[in-house]
């Protein structure tokens, strides 16, 4: 039997979003990057077993968008969903917006009401919350809420600044800090919304 807070979590109306600008390169310079398939494929997987309310890849350009819209005719609507049908099933959970600002405006027309973020980076912040309270956030107050994940060096300082709350980095056994986004968005998510049978 799930415990009770295991129960309001599965409830919570959580959405994921992909950032690929304004993000950071290895300068410091702020791009936009490359959408890339496996981030859709497996972000949308790790979503789908989760029951994320929906996965939003954000990019502002164009050609990046008709990709991810080729990419996504292929599985969703072509031969791809008959040959994987599971995979389409995740995949349908993805909606593509120019930026946060679209983002916002999607969740806010589908919930009614506008999302609380919260962003991730491997940094300390001064509204950097750690898992268990961010857990119990999700639990007690009424969302949406709207995760952000990072591409490139991270997402750029002042969009970081913005958001409601920013989680505490991931640290392993070493000093090593350098998840890709997919493994850092899979540990996330099962933090946040898998069941409590441990202590955080």
């Known amino acids: 039997m799930l415990r009770e807070t295991d129960q309001k979590i599965k409830k919570a109306p959580l959405y994921i979003a992909l950032v690929h600008h304004p993000v950071y390169n290895k300068n410091m310079d702020i791009i936009a990057t490359s959408v890339t398939n496996l981030d859709l494929h497996d972000i949308s997987r790790t979503a789908r077993t989760y029951d994320v309310e929906g996965y939003l890849i954000l990019h ?23 040959y994987n049908p599971d995979r389409k099933e995740a995949l349908e959970r993805i909606q593509i917006l120019a930026d946060l600002d679209e983002a916002l405006a999607y969740i806010e027309e589908k919930e009614g009401r506008r999302p609380k973020t919260i962003t991730t980076d491997a940094r300390i912040y001064n509204n950097s919350v750690s898992y ?18 990072g591409t490139g060096f991270g997402m750029e300082k002042e969009l970081m600044q913005s958001a409601d709350y920013v989680l505490h980095p991931i640290w392993g056994r070493g000093d090593y800090n350098h998840l890709s986004v997919r493994s850092a968005a899979a540990i996330i998510i099962d933090r946040l919304l898998g069941e409590s049978w441990y202590e955080i």
């Open 60 to 82: 502002p350009h164009l050609a990046q968008q008709r990709l991810v819209s080729e990419i996504l005719r292929y599985w969703v609507d072509g031969y791809g969903a008959e």
């Open 132 to 149: 268990g309270e961010m857990r119990r956030k999700l639990c007690d107050e009424e969302g949406p809420w709207l995760l952000l994940f």
